[in-house]
Nanobody, 128 residues
Framework: VQLQASGGGLVQTGGSLTLSCAAS????????IGWFRQAPGMEREGVSC????????YYTGSVRGRFTISRDNAKNTVYLQMNSLKPEDTAVYYCAADPDLDTVVGAINGRRRYLEVWGQGTLVTVSS
């Protein structure tokens, strides 16, 4: 059971990146997927999540309108399209999975929640 985040890199302010979160060893069909990030010296913060069917999405205020989360269950992959990137978006981005949407939304909102599966991160660096 594994999640693998990829797609990070170096981009200039105002640029775009698309992150991918691929699952192996289990089907994403029954899981809500969340994206989190941790900047150097900062605590981890929630970014966005998407329910198992894709019909429910949630974004933290700082990325709303700039980031778009989507999923392709046939490919067992969730995507995070990031536009209009800012230096403050620089962080290691992680994806996580849990069967319960409310649990993931709570974690995105900073509440202490146990999420079932975590992936390794991918580094996004936005230069000014």
């Amino acid at each position: 059971v594994q999640l693998q985040a990829s797609g990070g890199g170096l981009v200039q302010t105002g640029g775009s990146l698309t992150l991918s979160c691929a699952a192996s060893g289990f089907s994403m069909d029954y899981y809500t997927i969340g994206w989190f990030r941790q900047a150097p010296g900062m605590e981890r913060e929630g970014v966005s999540c998407i329910g198992n069917s894709g019909s429910s999405t949630y974004y933290t205020g700082s990325v709303r309108g700039r980031f778009t989360i989507s999923r392709d269950n046939a490919k067992n992959t969730v995507y995070l399209q990031m536009n209009s990137l800012k230096p403050e978006d620089t962080a290691v981005y992680y994806c996580a999975a849990d069967p319960d949407l409310d649990t993931v939304v709570g974690a995105i909102n900073g509440r202490r929640r146990y999420l079932e599966v975590w992936g390794q991160g991918t580094l996004v660096t936005v230069s000014s």
